[in-house]
C-alpha cells in the first residue's frame, strides 16, 4: 500500500523566511503533485513533477523531485502573507498503474506579518 | 482551461434522504473522474474512481449501494448519496484528469454536504 507522508503537519513562520516542507512517500511512483487548498475552497494544482531530479518554480515556490529517495520538497522563498494555506502533495498512479492519487497528510502554513 | 464545476455548493438535507452532487469538466472530455471526501482538518480520501460507460471502481471501506455513482458522459459524473446520515456530512470534492501525459487531476470547488 503507497503511503505518503508530509512534514511538517503545521508550520507558522514570518513574512520574509525560507522554509521547506517535505513529501516523502513508500513505494515507486511516476508522478508527484503538489496542490494548495484555501479554508473551505478545493485544490488548486501548483506543480506536476514527472521524472527524477525534475525542479519546478513559480514565484516564491519551488518544487523538486528524487525519485531515488522517495522524496519531494516544496521550498518557500521569502514568504508574504498570501501564501498562507494548506499544502498538499499527492503521488500516483498506484503500483496497479491505476490513476488514482493518494494524498499526503497535507501542511497548514501560517505566515505572520 | 481544465476547468471542473459542481453542483451544488453546499446542501443542507434531514436524515435519512438522498443527496446529488454532480461533477462537469467544462472545456475538455474527461474519461476518468475522480470523487473524494475530506473531513474537517484531514487530507482527502479517494472513495471511487468513475470511468465513463463502465461501473465505478469503490475504494476499501466505501459503501457502492451508499454511494452512487453514475459517469453518463464525458463531461459530467455524479455521486448519490442514499439514505444520508449525520456521519456522512463531509466536504465531497470530484476532480477529473486530462488526457495528456501529466494526467494531472483538476479539482472541482466541493460540495459540503450537512446531514441533520
Redesign the interface.
Known sequence: ELKVEQNPLFLSMQEGKNYTIYCNYSTTSDRLYWYRQDPGKSLESLFVLLSNGAVKQEGRLMASLDTKARLSTLHITAAVHDLSATYFCAVGPDNFGNEKLTFGTGTRLTIIP | GAVVSQHPSWVICKSGTSVKIECRSLDFQAT?M?WYRQFP??????MA?SNEGSKA?YEQGVEKDKFLINHASLTLSTLTVTSAHPEDSSFY?C?A?TSD??????????T?LTVL
Open positions: 476518468t475522480f482538518k484531514q487530507s482527502l480520501m479517494l474512481t471502481t470534492i476532480s484528469s501525459n501529466t494526467d494531472t487531476q483538476y479539482f472541482g470547488p466541493g459540503r
